[in-house]
């Protein structure tokens, strides 16, 4: 769970909203139980949520995701619309609504690198709110209760403390902060204040601090309760004789507080087994209910009353699925999951086994597997910014002795001929792409003009033992292109370049004898990009409409040689037709949930498709259509 968010209960409803790694929940009985949401989400990549202060009568509420900006609902949270930050969607760390937005209709939201943008025009536009602020990522935002009167809004910024503005956020100052060593991670001013002055502050590694005067001053808050930092601070709503602050620390324990600059008192002890990574709560009388998101427990409801905890995972994907590679024949297949898990299969999915052994507790975000996996045993997976490889069939998994130590990687793809070259690829941050001819031992970065983008995906020509055809796109913040090389990576190219960035960008290359350019596709955000007519023209087609995002794409070449693309998306299976202009759903079974990846295993009569959804599962069906043969 990466975020949290729950509204007043309103007689047998309330509405909470719950972020993951791969996509948004939604619930209408205060968590109780939860159903995935993603019309219109362009990423499934949740940083954080919050409600309006009148979310009962105007329904709006606020996602911000990684690299795909913010998106605000005015239906409850149903459906989703990205907005624009001047033609960019930063990601996005924090985002507030003012405390009277039904009169000033007023959101902040704090990025990562672009600084903090305001509305007020209820999300339709947007204008930087950051003068006097460093160049740093924001951490934290919160806004006085207030507002109305004092115009005062606190941000964290990485490596610079606090930041204090009293204009509303037009103009920003440092101020004198806690002597801390660690970034602050959560703010949140007291409900109870009438002043709107007192605040709370929750720093990584060092605690809790609070200021009863707006940030001119602190002092630490919590000392005897101290749970090795903060994970996140939140303010606990509800009527003038309620209202908490509550607050995860590292160690597992939840806290929370009338008066912070006080008395705290224990919620939940600590758990070290599983960390409490986000908060939300609402406070009405004598029944504070707080939700708890953890690592790798899902979500924790408290029960009123008492000091119990009960699981409130109803709905809730127990093992979200991040990344798939099969055998080219089908035989075997690797799926990797956002709590570090890889499974695998080496009978077509007869049966599974999971392991973690070598892999470090971090989500598996990319993988890649031999085409002889199930003689040689060798396959590849991005676990977090590390890369590990297992040379027994997914059994066990081990560093590569010789990648570089700063290189942060994103991406893996083994060559079809790796039985008799060895040849692998890996791809990162700062324009990271390195390849080897030797199965791992050794690594060549290839120095091209990727600049500082990301190199989020790699692809082999089928036929790369002849062509040396490799592509790999490199993503930027004002960028997005695929590079190909028909050298084995010697030298490069710009292929194409997207209409839009995103965070990710899919390659697909048919299965088959083509090795044509008119065999490749790329796909980004919600569109699918295809050769044109003409030499370097492409045309480029919306799959399922401009909201839904395309998050995997493969080709195939049927029987009568027009390639045809698959494509995975937020919202359902789709196939091109002949033209590549029109597409239409497949897998009836699977409208209208989010795919995250989609592979093709080509047969005599025809393929079989392996689809891995956002909420776990791995389908498998036919599709009627003849490939064609080498």
Partial sequence: MTALALGPPVGDAQIGL??????LLRSTD???????????????????????PTITTDGVAAAGTSESGLHLSFDYGLTWQQSEFWNTHPSINAVVFSPLFAADGTIFAATTNQGIYISRTRGRSWNAADDGLPDAELTALAVSPAFANNKLLLAGVADHGIWKSVSGGMTWSPIHGPDVSSDIVALAFAPSDPDGTTVVAGYESDG????????????????DLFGEGVNDVVTANGPENARQIVVAQADGSILATHAPEAQWHTLRPADPS???????AWDADESLQVLAGTYTGGVLRSVPSSDLWTPSNDGLVANPILAQAVQPNGEA???????????????????WTATTQGLPHAPVNALAISPAFVDDGFGSAVVGPHVRHTTDGGTSWK????????AEIRSTAISPDFTASGVLALGGLRGTLLLSTNRGESWTRLDETFSESAITSIAFSPQFANDGVILASAIAHDSAIVYRSSDRGESWEAYVQANAVFPWLSIAIAIGPTTTTDAYAFATGSQVYFPGTGDGYWNVSHVAGTEAAVRDLVAITPADADTRYIAATSVGLFISSLTSHAWE??????????IQAIDAVAHSDGYTLLATTMNGEIW??????VATQS
């Avoid at 297949?333 to 049966?351: E, F, K, P, Q």
């Fill in 208 to 223: 809790l601090f609070v200021s009863t005067d707006g940030g001119k001053s602190w002092l630490p808050a919590a000392t």
């Fill in 620 to 625: 498998t069906g036919r599709l009627a259509i």
């Fill in 333 to 351: 297949m690797l799926a990797g999951t956002a709590d570090g898990n890889v499974l695998r299969t080496i009978d077509a999915g007869s049966s």
């Fill in 18 to 23: 719950a972020g993951t790694l791969v996509g």
């Fill in 274 to 280: 599983d960390d409490v990574l986000a908060l939300a």
């Fill in 30 to 52: 205060g968590g109780v139980s939860w159903t995935p949401v993603h019309d219109g989400l362009r990423s499934p990549f949740i940083r954080c949520l919050a409600l309006s």
């Fill in 399 to 406: 560093a590569f002795a010789s990648v570089p130590a700063d």
């Fill in 585 to 594: 759903e497949i897998a009836e079974p699977l409208a209208g949930r989010p």
